[in-house]
């Protein structure tokens, strides 16, 4: 159980393009699920926390207009990256609560997205 | 922002051997969570420490909870190479259980054969 999918796994894009990423929870809902990104050799960094049914809450520094959140359904949240540069390129990572199963703030994570733009 | 500070960094040891990892704050978090991270993938959650003093084991890694909620610790018995990783803590970025989470900087772990 608790699985967390992500799509694409890997993309490359031209600068200034944007580029849409699925995030999905498998055999659990979903009402809130976090996306994260991390650099090589670096830790995950919150970047927003994604709401079914409203709007996305985001972290300091993170512009909202250029990751574009969309939690449309209780098991799929998309992150659109705007206009991306080069200095977008990065592994980006959701994850997901499963309030059923108990447990106290335990997200399961995607896969990963890597995005390089060129 | 409460921060995790994880020790050390790197590891590299011998199969067979002992390590422990550290992940400590100045703050309190309600919970803990250490997940393990393999390259090009997303961390898998290993464990959740919610008490004070709580140990929990799971087969030859056991998690310790500090008395007083502000660190933890991993160790593993017998290291082997599928051992290899790295090894993250997390907690409530806020302290409470509804946000997202704050990362220790990870420690990389290799066990040589």
Known sequence: ?118 | TQLLEQSPQFLSIQEGENLTVYCNSSSVFSSLQWYRQEPGEGPVLLVTVVTGGEVKKLKRLTFQFGDARKDSSLHITAAQPGDTGLYLCAGPLDGGGADGLTFGKGTHLIIQP
Not at chain 1, 37 to 51: E, I, V
Not at chain 1, 63 to 74: M, V
Not at chain 1, 111 to 117: A, E, K, S
């Open chain 1, 1 to 118: 159980g608790a699985v967390v999918s992500q799509h694409p796994s890997w993309v490359i894009c031209k600068s200034g393009t944007s580029v849409k990423i699925e995030c999905r929870s498998l055999d659990f809902q979903a009402t809130t699920m976090f996306w994260y990104r991390q650099f090589p050799k670096q830790s995950l960094m919150l970047m927003a926390t994604s709401n079914e049914g409203s709007k996305a809450t985001y972290e300091q520094g993170v512009e909202k207009d250029k990751f574009l959140i969309n939690h449309a359904s209780l098991t799929l949240s998309t992150l659109t990256v705007t206009s991306a540069h080069p200095e977008d390129s990065s592994f980006y990572i959701c994850s997901a609560r499963d309030l059923t199963g108990g447990s106290y703030n335990e997200q399961f994570f995607g896969p990963g997205t890597r995005l390089t733009v060129l």
